[in-house]
């Protein structure tokens, strides 16, 4: 197990390389720099050359680059041009809120998931399986911005349960905190959901085909005994497969709905960072956004040895 | 009893402090003390005063930070930590006495040093330096004096310092001999800094020790009587419009800095809220790029000038909240000039064409670059159908402001660039000459331009400066040097339960109560 784990660490580095790459290649191609966010439509080009120079902005992209490189192979990620701090503790600050906003979406949807598809699979051809089916493809096709808004007009505006957005700390204050998660948790798990139910339908339709499934239920064990002892567990490797892909989705969907409730988190930092061109925490910030993949990947391997005991990792 | 919708004029308006918010029963008064959160689009990219010139930046600056001049609620530069100012007899300089025991939020007292280093430290990072660049020499003479020698006559040069676009804050001198955001964040402002998460808020609290300028009995402008009677300001940013306006509805914002024309209708219904329609604020300007074909040719200029409808542009772009007038200055100043206000708003296709006929343009497409705020990619839409109609072949290049500006600032890749002019036409006639000087805005020098920039800045006479600003005024119509749209605004809405407040070029909160 420990020498698939390093191994899979080890080929990660090329990845990582390789997006980092792909991510100065981007910022070289899109115009602008963070000097026009400092400065209005009205300031002299001696003025934006000024202000390049003091930001350090008017060394060649190459020369930014090579500097890049050597700061991160001694773990430094540079300087934040706008937020005035390092990069790290930029992005450090803000990934609890959204690796938070993304596990209690991602638990909440593998829960849900799980159990409506397992019900629709139960269920199938009868009111059940068409009534769930219709609600996770529902989940599936609506924007995560719209919805938030919705649930913002509804349980914010209307009834006035929850904040309309904004941020408390898990330290400041738990129910703040779990008051100002609720809704854009709900958010993004509801347009999880259907990945997580469709997935489940159709990999327990398989599995409740099979001829053990049907021994044991000849055997006089409880349908639902035989369900979730039987044959969930030979449904879940498709179904983790696909929780593994909505993880790394997640920290995407994330984004939009930051933006939405105004959460302090990494998808919004590295947004603002594309949108005034504050390349430093735009390189760290995908480049972590990369490593948390990565090791989401990998945990999903491993957890397919832990489900599976005929899955060896070589 | 319904909200009334007040109608401001933002640079001359007559503004009393005690008028109370109305609707609100004179049993209930409001306490003092509470936090104010205003909702704003965007994070400042610095609370450097010095360093930037975004609207953002000086929502949350302008609190915390004063200047030796600051402008009135008429735009007009009045003292502020200055006590006031002799002018030598010809003209080069200027002796200020400073107010004394003006408090920093250090603790510290202002003195000359402070405010030395702070102008030296502009003239060499400030990001629109130029304001004082005819400043040869800035001396301590006094403990509280401070004489600046300029190299030239410069008839603006009080306007230029009291600039509030990236204001020329007085801060203490060992902050100021410190680089571009690499400052602490003191001033001698009402306000105080307490804490900045720049994707996230910015909050100010109190200064209990402000020292409050006894020269005024009221709020002026940025200037003025400035009390405090909240206990802080917490500034949010939160860029998705409809967020903004269910903090309001949900009573955890108290101001909106700016809202879109459908919300601020549906709010302006509800008693509990009071819209503000804050106009004029800025112009909708279409520039040329001189440096390319066709559009430095005068008679191509001339001709999409006399396509134009600008009451469909202002309309469409900014719905409920435009004025249709060609003046490059606002009513209200006392520079504003109707000269060549006949070549404003043709909207004739006919002539249009006829100056077509005469231009150098031969059917080639050009480029319209427009940044994705929505009233410029309108503008730049409405533009480009317009000059469909007379076979002008139009492409729309829209892109994010970054990107849109680089190019715009390069004498290639464009055509026509479209953006709001918003400070200037505040600050005055020097202000909005300014950005034409020296080719910058349209990628080509203009000779004349140039000389009546020169003109202005360095007669002294009033009257005199006015006949220059009305000869660049003409000029810039009888070349269509750049085209103005007309005048926009914003619509500010703020609950009841925020009392006296009175828009400005900033969300000012001296002066305002939170009934709580």
Redesign the interface.
């Known amino acids: 197990m420990w020498s698939f784990v390093l191994r899979r660490l080890i080929s990660s580095i090329p990845v990582l390389i390789l997006v980092s790459l792909m991510t100065f290649g981007l910022i070289w191609l899109?115009?602008?720099?963070?000097a026009?966010?400092?400065?209005?439509?009205?300031?002299?080009?001696?003025?934006?050359a000024?202000?390049r120079r003091?930001?350090g902005l008017d060394q060649p992209l190459w020369t930014q680059m090579l500097s890049w490189y050597e700061r991160v192979l001694s773990g430094d990620l540079g300087e934040s041009i706008?937020?005035?701090r390092s990069v790290a503790a930029a992005i450090l600050e803000?990934l609890p809120i959204t690796l938070s906003l993304a596990a209690i979406a991602l638990v909440l949807a593998v829960i849900f998931g799980i159990l409506l598809g397992s019900l629709a699979a139960v269920n199938h051809g009868g009111w059940g399986d068409q009534s769930i089916m219709t609600v996770a493809l529902l989940g599936l096709s609506i924007p995560d911005?719209w919805l938030g808004?919705v649930l913002?007009?509804v349980f914010?505006?209307q009834l006035?349960w929850l904040?309309?957005?904004?941020?408390v700390a898990i330290t400041e204050d738990f129910g703040g905190w779990a008051m100002s998660m609720a809704l854009p948790a709900f958010t993004l798990t509801i347009t999880q959901i259907g990945f997580i139910a469709r997935m489940t339908r159709s990999s327990m339709l398989d599995v409740l085909r099979q001829d053990y499934v049907r021994t044991a239920d000849a055997k006089g064990l409880g349908h639902g005994f035989v369900v979730m002892r039987h044959a969930l567990p030979n449904a879940m490797m498709p179904i983790l497969t696909v929780t593994g892909v909505i993880a790394g989705g997640l920290l995407g969907g994330a984004v939009v709905v930051e933006?939405?409730?105004?959460l302090?988190g990494v998808g919004?930092?590295i947004i603002?960072a594309i949108?005034?061109?504050d390349f430093p925490v735009i390189q760290g910030g995908l480049l972590m956004l990369a490593v948390i993949y990565l090791l989401v990947n990998l945990i999903v391997d491993m957890l397919y040895a832990v489900i599976d005991p005929r899955v060896r990792l070589a | 009893m319904k909200t009334r919708i007040l109608q401001i004029a933002l640079a001359g308006g007559l503004m009393a402090s005690g008028l109370m918010a109305a609707g609100l029963p004179a049993a209930v008064q409001a306490q003092d003390g509470g936090d104010v959160v205003i909702a704003q689009l965007q994070a400042p990219p610095s609370l450097d005063p010095h360093v930037t010139s975004a609207q953002a930046a000086r929502n949350v600056n302008l609190h915390m930070y004063e200047t030796l001049y600051a402008r009135d609620e008429n735009a007009a530069p009045v003292p502020d930590l200055a006590q006031g100012v002799e002018i030598s007899e010809d003209g080069l300089t200027y002796v200020f006495t400073l107010r004394e025991g003006v408090n920093f939020h250090d603790g510290s007292q202002m003195h000359a040093d402070d405010v030395v280093a702070s102008l030296n430290r502009y003239r060499e990072i400030g990001a629109s330096s130029t304001l004082l660049s005819a400043i040869s020499s800035v001396e301590e003479t006094g403990e509280y004096e401070v004489t600046v020698t300029l190299s030239e006559v410069q008839s603006t040069f009080l306007d230029n310092l009291s600039s509030p676009r990236a204001p020329i804050a007085i801060i203490p001198a060992e902050q100021a001999a410190l680089g571009a955001n690499e400052i602490e964040f003191i001033g001698t402002g009402p306000f105080r800094f307490v804490e900045f998460q720049p994707d996230s808020f910015v909050r100010l609290e109190r200064f209990d020790d402000y020292t409050l300028n006894t020269n005024y009995s009221e709020r002026d402008g940025l200037a003025g009587y400035k009390e405090v009677f909240i206990d802080s300001v917490t500034f949010r940013f939160i860029t998705e419009s409809g967020s903004r306006v269910a903090g309001l509805e949900t009573g955890e914002i108290h101001l909106l800095e700016t809202v879109d024309g459908p919300s601020a209708q549906r709010l302006a219904e509800d008693d509990q809220y009071v819209v503000y329609d804050v106009l004029p604020f800025a112009f909708q300007v279409i520039k040329f790029n001189h440096a390319q074909s066709p559009t430095d040719d005068v008679e191509f200029r001339r001709a999409v000038a006399a396509a134009l409808d600008m009451e469909e542009i202002m309309a469409i772009s900014h719905p409920d909240i435009y004025e249709i007038d060609g003046g490059w200055l606002f009513t209200n100043s006392a520079f504003y000039s109707d000269a060549a206000l006949d070549l404003y708003n043709i909207a004739d296709l006919e002539v249009a064409r006829q100056h077509l006929e005469n231009s150098s343009y031969d059917g080639e497409t050009l480029t319209f670059i427009v940044d994705n705020g929505r009233a410029n990619v309108d503008t730049a839409t409405i533009v480009q159908q317009r000059l469909a109609a007379i076979g002008v072949n139009v492409e729309l290049s829209v892109a994010d402001w970054p990107t849109v500006s680089q190019i715009g600032f390069t004498p290639d890749g464009w055509h026509f660039w479209t953006h709001g002019f918003g400070i200037e036409p505040f600050e005055g006639p020097a202000s909005v000459i300014a950005p034409w000087v020296d080719g910058v805005s349209m990628q080509a020098d203009d000779p004349e331009i140039n000389r009546l920039y020169n003109e202005l800045t360095t007669e002294m006479d009033a009257d005199a400066r006015a006949e220059i600003f009305a000869e660049f005024q003409a000029y810039m119509y009888e070349n269509a040097v750049a085209i103005k749209a007309g005048n926009y605004g914003l619509f500010q809405v703020s609950t009841t339960a925020l009392e006296n407040f009175v828009p400005f070029r900033i969300p000012r909160m001296w002066g305002v109560r939170l009934n709580q």
Not at chain 1, 30 to 34: E, L
Not at chain 1, 36 to 48: G, K, R
Request: proline share 10%.
């Open positions: 899109v115009p602008g720099d963070p026009s966010v400092f400065l209005d439509a009205s300031a002299t080009p001696e003025q934006v000024n202000l003091e930001l706008l937020l005035n803000r911005f808004l913002i007009v914010a505006v006035g904040p309309s957005g904004g941020f933006q939405v409730f105004a302090p919004r930092l603002g949108l005034s061109r």
